[in-house]
């Protein structure tokens, strides 16, 4: 009973990112006049579909629920004609119908301003519903802050020894600059505990760093790095909305900066999880609705960082080659937009299921 709640939360996680990125495409396209063939949740056979009246667009929900898509017309390459399921006039059977979509209605022959809000609106998407939930968060729960403020240092850690004391500032981590917890946990767990810690304090008008392995051990199920900051929660209406921005500004800078040490090395693939590591995290989150709105928020903000990227199949990889053309003042061949699409679809499809493979065996 336990697993099926977690796939259905997993499932109303994803479900809702996927589609509140995919409405942004959607509706950008629509206010811009591009016809829209699908808007499907998922990908795979197709479980059930709908068409609304006076609407060309088929509403749908795949079977692999992982993602999303909205087909545009003179998105990819195309003839003019275009093929779309109809039913027969005796309706057992469906048959193909060629729909003519005048050159107007197609994404290519918009401009410039209008093809790049279209592919950036589900990115836009992605951080506004990040920014929503953690303002309700921090309006229902209360947000919770902290600063690079040292509080209850224990005796007998070295940064104490080093003459460290509550109240003191943590100024740097391995020469990078420390203004909050979030801060603190990102440079400690990219640092590791097999490398030494460098750690600057500043105690009134001094500074001083110290170097040491970081010694940790198992408290209550969590690693425990004897590092502790001052904390506490606030509330109110002007709270939530300053929490909700500063909040979503640090975890788009850890997202770089965790991007940056993937490709440095300082990080390995081992850090990063797809689907079943997701799954397994709302398995421990599905207890604390407070857990479950920062997962989202999270996630929500995550998705659409990694489509900011200037990476084929991702929306900023689309992005990428229209201010291309802009500069280079001719556009780029659809058919070859449309290999370098597929090809990088193809190797974030290799990617995600070897991260999926690594998941599975971290289970057992």
Request: glycine share 10%.
């Amino acid at each position: 009973m336990g697993h099926i709640v977690t796939l259905l939360i997993f499932l109303l996680i994803l479900g809702l990112i996927v589609f509140i990125h995919e409405f942004g495409h959607f509706i950008l396209a629509k206010m811009n006049g591009v016809y829209v063939h699908e808007f499907s949740l998922g990908f795979g056979p197709k479980l059930f579909s709908f068409k609304r009246k006076n609407d060309e667009t088929e509403y749908m929900i795949k079977l692999f629920p992982l993602g999303g898509y909205v087909m545009l017309a003179g998105e990819e390459y195309e003839d003019e004609e275009e093929e779309e399921d109809k039913k027969s006039k005796k309706g057992k059977k469906k048959e193909k119908e060629k729909v003519i979509v005048s050159e107007n209605q197609k994404l290519y022959n918009k401009r410039f301003y209008q093809k790049f809000l279209i592919m950036v609106a589900g990115v836009f998407n992605n951080f506004v519903l990040g920014l929503v939930l953690l303002f309700i968060m921090g309006l229902v729960y209360g947000c919770d802050y902290s600063n690079n403020k040292l509080s209850n240092l224990q005796k007998d850690l070295p940064l104490y020894e080093a003459g460290a004391r509550d109240g003191d500032k943590i100024v740097k981590i391995n020469g990078h600059k420390i203004k909050t917890d979030d801060d603190i946990i990102l440079w400690v767990a990219i640092n590791g505990t097999d490398k030494p810690l460098n750690i600057t304090v500043e105690k009134k008008d001094t500074k001083k760093t110290v170097t040491y392995k970081v010694n940790s051990k198992e408290v209550e199920g969590s690693k425990y790095f004897g590092i502790s900051v001052k904390s506490g929660v606030k509330k109110g209406f002007i709270p939530s909305v300053k929490y909700a921005f500063t909040k979503t500004v640090s975890i788009f800078k850890q997202l770089i900066i965790i991007i940056i040490s993937l490709f440095s090395g300082k990080l390995g693939i081992d850090s990063v999880s797809g689907p079943v590591g997701i799954y397994t995290v709302v398995d421990m989150a599905k207890g604390s609705m407070v857990m479950l709105l920062y997962l989202t928020a999270y996630l929500s903000i995550n998705v659409g960082f990694m489509n900011l990227l200037p990476f084929p199949a991702f929306d900023g990889g689309r992005a990428f080659l229209l201010i291309v053309e802009k500069i280079i003042g001719k556009k780029v061949p659809l058919k070859v937009e449309s290999i370098i699409n597929g090809v990088g679809f193809i190797l974030l499809m290799i990617l995600m299921v070897f991260i999926t493979i690594k998941d599975i065996i971290k289970l057992f």
